[in-house]
């Protein structure tokens, strides 16, 4: 018996934010890798277990199945489990589940109200964060969702500009050659139509 609070099999149907799902062969391999790094998680006495999981970590992100995260923010009742599942949910970008997030963001527990705030600040969840930020009591949730203005942009240039070596120019001014009978073929830009397609496919792809 699993701890993510759900049977993983291809004919479990759930629900996220209003669009039926199903686990699926890539949803499989999240939940194995999001256990093998619990297991890794739970034994460890030291803060560095997340280096030794960098492997299994990096394939959560690059599987991205994100509905399979938040489903298990919302079924475990194990709550190192669900501070795992809350953490890489964040680090997936996108924004289904937020509003879950946001939800154990007012939990009784501190380490689970303080994750759920880093993720939404990696989701760009600022509504809701400004709405935690209101209501929090505890200074540090309180100053963790606050958003900040940007620092002047002549202050991050400086800042850029300060790790940047500067390379000197040649004192010779250099020729450029074109090849002869080089025949330089132009591509016509993409169709209004033809981008506003890629766009609706590429918004359909991120809310999974």
């Known amino acids: 018996m699993n701890n993510?609070?759900?049977?993983?099999?291809?004919?479990?149907r759930y629900c996220i934010d209003k669009r039926w799902h199903r686990?699926?062969?890539?949803?499989?391999?999240?939940?194995?890798l999001l256990q093998q790094?619990?297991?890794?998680?739970?034994?460890?006495?030291?803060?560095?277990?997340?280096l030794?999981?960098?492997?299994?970590?990096?394939?959560?992100?690059c599987l991205n199945v994100r509905s399979i995260l938040v489903l298990v923010i919302e079924k475990t009742s194990d709550v190192r489990m669900r501070l795992l599942a809350i953490w890489l949910r964040g680090r997936c970008g996108g924004y289904l589940g937020t509003s879950t997030?946001?939800?154990?963001?007012?939990?009784?527990?501190?380490?689970?109200?303080?994750?759920?705030v880093r993720a939404l600040k990696r989701l760009s969840a600022w509504a809701e964060l400004?709405?935690?930020?209101?209501?929090?009591?505890?200074?540090?949730?309180?100053h963790l969702a606050t958003q900040r203005?940007?620092?002047?942009?002549?202050?991050?240039?400086?800042?850029?500009?300060?790790?940047?070596?500067?390379?000197?120019?040649?004192?010779?001014?250099?020729?450029f050659w074109i090849l002869s009978g080089l025949?330089?073929?132009?591509?016509?830009?993409?169709s209004i139509d033809t981008i506003r397609h890629i766009l609706a496919r590429i918004k359909r792809l991120v809310s999974n």
Request: aromatic share 10%; charged share 25%; with cysteine.
């Open 52 to 61: 030794r999981m960098r492997s299994e970590i990096r394939r959560i992100e």
């Open 183 to 190: 025949v330089l073929n132009y591509t016509a830009p993409k």
């Open 149 to 175: 203005a940007a620092k002047p942009i002549g202050e991050r240039l400086s800042c850029m500009l300060a790790n940047v070596q500067t390379i000197p120019l040649a004192s010779t001014k250099s020729q």
């Open 23 to 32: 686990i699926n062969s890539d949803g499989e391999e999240v939940l194995m």
């Open 101 to 116: 997030i946001a939800s154990f963001a007012h939990s009784t527990e501190f380490e689970t109200k303080k994750e759920c």
């Open 37 to 50: 790094i619990y297991d890794g998680f739970v034994v460890s006495n030291d803060i560095y277990w997340a």
């Open 4 to 12: 993510f609070g759900f049977p993983i099999n291809g004919r479990f």
């Open 130 to 142: 400004r709405e935690i930020g209101c209501d929090a009591t505890h200074p540090r949730i309180r």
